[in-house]
């Protein structure tokens, strides 16, 4: 058995080089809503069942409807008013079931990145080749429809196998939100390609806050500034990011979506020092500038491991 998946090398934080986002920006902010699909009665995985409560479960199937018939739209219009572009975390399946998201994001210019077909159907006993083509699956829904290339990629349901990594970078991909280690990015090890792993938050997400920690919109909203606070402070140093995933489902119920534009408003206030952006944007600019410098620091602490897919460009 491995001790360590062997997908980044241990970085500390302190004494890093330096990073600055573009415009002299302290903290990249991005938002990724999660527009999913989840089948009402999905085959069966021996690994992990789709519905909790059991299968078919319409309670759960009806909730999340909602969030594509209602709670979506409800978000997208808070995100116009303070300008910001979301990067959608989505379900490719979504395009043949709801092509009116689809349109009505793309026409903001907002960002796709793959969550896999259905968040329901995990990763969890595919082989190689059937994720492989799962992943070509999403790039070419995603361009059919939209003539976007997509860039980043979360797995269904956060189940990535062994083989996820080194299948997204060979399909050139450039980020992954699948990995938790950091509040800046940093590139991962593969056999090819320059993927880095880009800060999304399970601590922020509202999935977590609002159905795991039963927090309340006010509590929600409170985090998220001090959240915020501490990222900014520290960019003063060097450059974090911030994401805030989300789920229309959830955070666009009516008693929820006034305390969550809250938030957002305090995050806009500070226009000067953050720049507000999609996820596609971060790490195109990381790759481009921060991936040499960042690979030299790593190996100069003489902290790198053995088996690194990294190449210097």
């Given at each position: 058995m491995l001790s360590d998946p062997n997908l980044y090398d241990y970085w500390p934080y302190a004494?890093?080089?330096?990073?600055?986002?573009?415009?002299?920006?302290?903290?990249?902010?991005?938002?990724?809503p999660n527009i999913e699909y989840y089948e009402y009665a999905p085959p069966a995985n021996p690994k992990r069942q789709a519905w909790p409560r059991g299968n078919p479960d319409i309670v759960g199937y009806s909730q999340r409807s909602w969030g594509n018939t209602i709670g979506h739209w409800r978000l997208m219009e808070l995100l116009d008013k303070y300008g910001m572009r979301g990067s959608i975390s989505l379900s490719i399946g979504l395009i043949d079931?709801?092509?009116?998201?689809?349109?009505?994001?793309?026409?903001?210019?907002?960002?796709?990145?793959s969550?896999?077909?259905?968040?329901?159907?995990?990763?969890?006993?595919?082989?190689?080749?059937?994720?492989?083509?799962?992943?070509?699956?999403?790039?070419?829904?995603?361009?059919?429809a939209t003539g976007q290339r997509i860039r980043g990629y979360l797995a269904p349901a956060l189940t990535h196998t062994?083989?996820?990594?080194d299948?997204?970078?060979?399909?050139?991909?450039?980020?992954?939100?699948?990995?938790?280690?950091?509040?800046?990015?940093?590139?991962?090890?593969?056999?090819?390609?320059?993927?880095?792993?880009?800060?999304?938050?399970?601590?922020v997400n509202d999935v977590i806050t609002y159905s795991v920690m039963g927090y309340t919109p006010d509590q929600y909203t409170d985090m998220l500034k001090r959240h915020f606070d501490q990222l900014l402070e520290e960019g003063e140093e060097s450059g974090t990011v911030m994401c805030i995933p989300l789920h229309a489902y959830l955070v666009s119920q009516p008693h929820r979506l006034r305390?969550?534009?809250?938030?957002?408003?305090y995050i806009a206030s500070h226009s000067d020092d953050v720049w507000i952006t999609t996820g596609r944007e971060i790490a195109d600019y990381f790759r481009n500038?921060?991936?040499?410098?960042?690979?030299?620091d790593i190996r100069a602490r003489g902290v790198a491991k053995g088996g690194s897919g990294f190449e210097l460009a």
């Open positions: 004494g890093r080089p330096k990073l600055v986002w573009p415009g002299e920006k302290k903290l990249a902010f991005w938002i990724a079931h709801h092509p009116e998201i689809i349109e009505a994001v793309a026409e903001r210019d907002w960002e796709f990145f969550h896999g077909i259905y968040n329901t159907r995990f990763s969890y006993e595919m082989t190689e080749d059937q994720e492989r083509a799962v992943i070509r699956d999403s790039i070419e829904s995603v361009e059919r062994e083989q996820t990594m299948l997204i970078a060979e399909e050139d991909f450039w980020y992954t939100c699948d990995l938790f280690q950091d509040d800046q990015p940093q590139p991962v090890k593969t056999k090819s390609g320059k993927l880095i792993s880009l800060p999304y938050s399970l601590e305390p969550f534009e809250e938030a957002l408003a500038t921060y991936w040499d410098q960042s690979l030299m």
